[in-house]
């Protein structure tokens, strides 16, 4: 018996990274794309970012009408923290499953999505980084923090990226803060001839935000110890390289229970 696709809306559809999204679903055969929402290129065929790849599909504005008539699965989106909270409620109600891959995502949404999935008994995810690379990049960290608990985390993105630090460097010092067994070293008071030069501080780990055109997605995790140093660093240098966790996610989220973060709790 064939497997039943799965009906997949694609939200922020226009953008660099939705149009990626677009390019990974229609190529993918477990998937049917059955919608493409943006507010802007508004009325453009799909088939214009994407070629002939895609099916005839052209993007539409409004997301809750677009879901009552095209009742995906789930949604894939990368559009603005601005309206998850709303789209993560329409989906909810409608019972399809939503993928949230925006960055700038609080602590206090987290909390209402959590809410509303459990309210609805529609399953969620929220994903700081899709990239498989990225993730084990923090397994990594989380795994030397045991044994060296002084650690710095550098990120750099692209210019266009509005929160800092990013939400892979907020969790991966979350991350090494948790799994340390050693207080860090206690620092001496700095003298700061330039505020924030040390960066600012997330589970007593230094963390640092590097903003500039030509980055795409690059992070390093440096530890010390006595007489040496260990560099765990990963670099997304295409967009491409988060699609593989996207798809995972989609396939995998509707298995799930509540919201679930992290691409890590799918993987591992």
């Given at each position: 018996?064939?497997?039943?696709?799965?009906?997949?809306?694609?939200?922020?559809?226009?953008?660099?990274?939705?149009?990626?999204?677009?390019?990974?679903?229609?190529?993918?055969?477990?998937?049917?794309?059955?919608?493409?929402?943006?507010?802007?290129?508004?009325?453009?065929?799909?088939?214009?970012?994407?070629?002939?790849?895609?099916?005839?599909?052209?993007?539409?504005?409004?997301?809750?009408?677009?879901?009552?008539?095209?009742?995906?699965?789930?949604?894939?989106?990368?559009?603005?923290?601005?309206?998850?909270?709303?789209?993560?409620?329409?989906?909810?109600?409608?019972?399809?499953?939503?993928?949230?891959?925006?960055?700038?995502?609080?602590?206090?949404?987290?909390?209402?999505?959590?809410?509303?999935?459990?309210?609805?008994?529609?399953?969620?995810?929220?994903?700081?980084?899709?990239?498989?690379?990225?993730?084990?990049?923090?397994?990594?960290?989380?795994?030397?923090?045991?044994?060296?608990?002084?650690?710095?985390?550098?990120?750099?993105?692209?210019?266009?990226?509005?929160?800092?630090?990013?939400?892979?460097?907020?969790?991966?010092?979350?991350?090494?803060?948790?799994?340390?067994?050693?207080?860090?070293?206690?620092?001496?008071?700095?003298?700061?001839?330039?505020?924030?030069?040390?960066?600012?501080?997330?589970?007593?780990?230094p963390v640092h935000s590097v903003?500039?055109?030509?980055?795409?997605?690059?992070?390093?995790?440096?530890?010390?110890?006595?007489?040496?140093?260990?560099?765990?660093?990963?670099?997304?240098?295409?967009?491409?390289?988060?699609?593989?966790?996207?798809?995972?996610?989609?396939?995998?989220?509707?298995?799930?229970?509540?919201?679930?973060?992290?691409?890590?709790?799918?993987?591992?």
């Amino acid at each position: 018996m064939e497997q039943k696709r799965i009906r997949v809306a694609v939200v922020g559809a226009a953008g660099r990274m939705g149009r990626e999204v677009l390019r990974a679903v229609a190529s993918d055969p477990a998937f049917e794309l059955v919608a493409a929402i943006d507010r802007t290129e508004i009325g453009t065929n799909i088939r214009d970012f994407i070629g002939a790849l895609g099916p005839s599909i052209v993007v539409e504005e409004h997301f809750e009408p677009a879901l009552d008539r095209t009742k995906p699965d789930v949604t894939i989106e990368f559009s603005h923290q601005s309206v998850a909270l709303d789209h993560a409620r329409a989906a909810t109600e409608r019972h399809i499953s939503f993928v949230f891959g925006m960055t700038g995502i609080s602590e206090a949404h987290l909390s209402q999505m959590r809410e509303l999935c459990e309210k609805h008994q529609t399953p969620g995810m929220y994903v700081p980084n899709f990239a498989i690379g990225a993730v084990l990049m923090m397994r990594f960290a989380e795994m030397a923090a045991k044994w060296l608990p002084d650690a710095e985390v550098i990120e750099f993105h692209h210019d266009r990226k509005e929160d800092a630090p990013s939400g892979t460097a907020m969790l991966t010092a979350q991350k090494i803060g948790d799994a340390r067994v050693q207080e860090p070293t206690p620092l001496p008071t700095p003298l700061l001839k330039a505020e924030g030069a040390r960066g600012g501080v997330v589970s007593s780990v230094p963390v640092h935000s590097v903003r500039l055109p030509g980055l795409l997605a690059h992070q390093e995790v440096i530890f010390g110890g006595p007489g040496e140093t260990l560099t765990i660093r990963h670099d997304s240098l295409d967009r491409a390289s988060f699609m593989q966790g996207v798809k995972h996610c989609a396939k995998q989220v509707r298995t799930l229970q509540g919201l679930t973060v992290g691409l890590d709790k799918i993987l591992f």
